[in-house]
């Protein structure tokens, strides 16, 4: 089946792959293993990976820290009230890199489990897919509430499971962003419990002193990016949601 998916863009090749026959022909064969199964060159599994790797922004989402970083900074922006900044680049690029900060370790593993011995062609294309995705599926399942499990369970008709390895893959996938995105409103209603309390405070102000034509948006802006500053406010949301993944 993996290989029929490549079958568009062989067909697109074929002009390069006649004019080079010697070279490119031994790229697309396929050897017999001893299981009846077909292993092919690793010049079309390397093929198949790159043209899976359209995938990697849904991969992105699904899989990694980025969700729940993201809508935490995206809450924080509001709370402050300070409209477009920082920007929605801004926001992307903190989120990007804290994502890769904090599944190094795990991408490290994948890498020396996986994508090295697969290069230098000591497993083959299935076992380094396998290996690959194990240290990521330890990652999710870490993260993931047992509750959103058995509910995608539930839906997809199946019994619940007896060991986290039983789980399938959609399901986690599913269960792991419903999880990211309950925890990651929790964290963001923890963030603006403070902001609401200085918008109040500044409009009963406001509206005891009879100002009641000005707006108290515009009055505890001020507080709240000073306060934010004074409590270190960027570099506690980062500690903090790093280590909320290594809980």
């Known amino acids: ?35 009846g199964g077909q292993e092919y060159t690793v010049s079309l ?47 992307l690029s903190l989120a990007l890199f804290l994502t890769l900060f ?12 996986a994508i090295k011995p697969y290069i230098a062609e000591e497993i083959t294309f299935d076992q380094a897919l396998e290996t690959g995705f194990s240290p990521f599926r330890e990652f999710m399942l870490r993260q993931t509430r047992e509750e ?28 792991f962003l419903t999880s990211e995105l309950k925890t990651a409103f929790q964290i963001g209603f923890l963030l603006f419990i403070p902001f609401v309390v200085i918008d109040l405070v500044v409009a009963s102000v406001l509206m005891s002193m009879g100002m009641m034509m000005l707006s108290p948006m515009m009055i505890s802006l001020p507080f709240k990016i000073m306060l934010f500053v004074l409590v270190d406010g960027w570099g506690l949301v980062m500690g903090s949601l790093a280590a909320s993944f290594y809980q």
């Open 1 to 35: 089946m993996r290989l029929l998916r490549l079958l568009p863009l062989l067909g697109l090749c074929l002009p390069v792959f006649a004019s080079a026959a010697p070279l490119a022909l031994p790229a697309v064969t396929s050897v017999p293993t001893a299981a």
């Open 45 to 91: 599994q390397l093929l198949a990976i790159m043209t899976a790797l359209t995938l990697l922004p849904a991969l992105l989402l699904g899989m990694t820290a980025f969700t729940r970083i993201m809508i935490v900074l995206s809450i924080l922006r509001q709370a402050l009230g300070t409209g477009q900044t920082p920007s929605n680049q801004i926001l």
């Open 102 to 113: 904090i599944m190094h370790p795990i991408a490290e593993v994948a890498y020396n489990d």
């Open 148 to 175: 959103d499990i058995g509910r995608f369970a539930e839906i997809a008709g199946m019994q619940q499971f007896d060991k986290p390895e039983d789980v399938p893959f959609s399901i986690l996938m599913a269960s």
